[in-house]
């Protein structure tokens, strides 16, 4: 089913009227980051804080999209099954179709204002059985390491906790794809470094051909 652009305007004038309080049985604390094509939120369940990120909002491909977020899925798939401190833990990994009761709370949540008309949103190109994909993890108090200075110390931990993550990632033949310090948070809490942000990974054959 293919929606119109009418179609979402209307929603969107009604989205402003409810504005979005909650997603499934989590309650939207705030917006936390704002990306060229994501969205992450704080979310509030039982007194626990979690982060819910909306990717792949819009799309120049449609096909190379979709692969990538199979390919996404696998690996937060595989990373729900672990604890490891160096690694954000996963919780859910779905998608919300238009059929989907969360669908309306996704429009309100997004500002499409800042969303380009071109590309057209991603669930416009797509059928009812495709929706936008999302994931709830761990929200991790503290902040990316594109804000921290580090003295030599701290770097030593840095990569100590680096190592460590990656050597996860080999053993489940993950390959990362984006590792970069916006992708690293420093947890506050813990102490420790922490690996986020999978949507250019894969599970792949060939490891170490690509370290990262
Ligand atoms: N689980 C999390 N806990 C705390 N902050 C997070 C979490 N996930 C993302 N963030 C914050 O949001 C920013 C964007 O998240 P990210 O997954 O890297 O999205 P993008 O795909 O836009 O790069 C991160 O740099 C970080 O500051
Ligand atoms: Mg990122």
Same mark, same amino acid.
Do not use: C
């Given at each position: ?5 009418? =179609?979402?305007?209307?929603? /969107? ?25 994501? /969205? ?10 979690? =982060? ?31 604890? &490891? ?25 997004? %500002?499409? %204002? ?28 503290? &902040? ?6 580090? %003295? ?17 990632f080999a053993k489940y033949n993950i390959?990362?794809?984006?590792? /970069? ?7 506050? /809490? ?23």
């Amino acid at each position: 089913m293919i929606y119109s652009g009418k =179609v979402i305007a209307i929603n /969107k004038s009604v989205a402003t009227m409810n504005a979005a309080k909650s997603f499934k049985d989590y309650r939207i604390v705030r917006l936390l980051d704002s990306g060229a094509n994501s /969205k992450t939120y704080v979310l509030n369940k039982d007194n626990k804080q979690f =982060v819910l990120k909306f990717t792949r909002i819009v799309t120049l491909d449609v096909a190379q999209d979709k692969e990538q977020w199979y390919k996404t899925k696998q690996v937060l798939t595989t990373l729900s099954s672990i604890k &490891h401190p160096n690694i954000v833990e996963v919780y859910e990994v779905g998608e919300v179709d238009i059929t989907d009761s969360n669908y309306q709370r996704f429009l309100d949540m997004i %500002n499409w %204002n800042e969303v380009k008309s071109e590309p057209e949103p991603y669930y416009n190109q797509h059928d009812s059985s495709s929706g936008i994909p999302y994931v709830i993890m761990q929200y991790i108090e503290g &902040h990316d390491m594109i804000k921290q200075h580090t %003295n030599s110390e701290q770097a030593l931990e840095l990569i100590t906790d680096l190592m460590s993550a990656l050597s996860v990632f080999a053993k489940y033949n993950i390959r990362h794809g984006d590792m /970069k310090f916006q992708n690293v948070i420093y947890n506050t /809490k813990t102490g420790r470094y922490v690996v986020i942000d999978f949507d250019f990974s894969e599970i792949t054959m060939h490891l170490n051909i690509e370290l990262t």
